[in-house]
């Protein structure tokens, strides 16, 4: 019997073991989910795209110097600088092709102090946002409306922050 795999984006979770290395990825083209065995036998496909409007964005690090951060983490990954905003207020580090992996933001680095970006497009911001309190999501705030879209904080049941993101 296999170990199956579930894989959207670039986060991949097997039965008991979670690895950096997607088997296959999602995109904003094609949403789709694959399930797969670890050695890459496709066992199917789960479109979540159609029902489902939020996408995993990235995974994002607070940190009191991101140029340093950011640094280490395109030594170690081998991404590259894909935006930058307010000097290094916020910093994305990406594949080169450009697809978004990892956030660095300006901040106070503490243990668990890693989120979640949820992304979803401007005109689903507002029907997300009363979706996701609907589910038990508590905001931590205002909605913010940024020159590059709206974020909203949130905290899910246990405390842990995510945020909504759309974009322009």
Known sequence: MGVLAWTAGAVVATVGIVSDA??????????????????????GRWPYGRSMVLRFDLVTFDSPSPDDLANFWSAV??????????????IVL??????????????TSEPG???????CSPTEFDAESVRV?????????PPRHEPYGSILNLADPDGNPFDLCAYH
């Open 22 to 43: 997607p088997l296959h990825a999602a995109t904003r083209e094609s949403p789709t989910a694959t399930l797969s065995t670890v050695d890459g036998r496709n066992v």
């Open 77 to 90: 990954l081998g991404m590259v600088e894909t935006e930058r905003e307010d000097v290094d207020r916020w």
């Open 94 to 107: 990406g594949t080169p092709d450009g697809t978004r992996r990892l956030g660095i933001q300006r901040g």
């Open 113 to 119: 102090s890693v989120h979640l970006d949820l992304a």
């Open 133 to 141: 309190i609907a589910l038990g999501a508590v905001p931590l705030g």
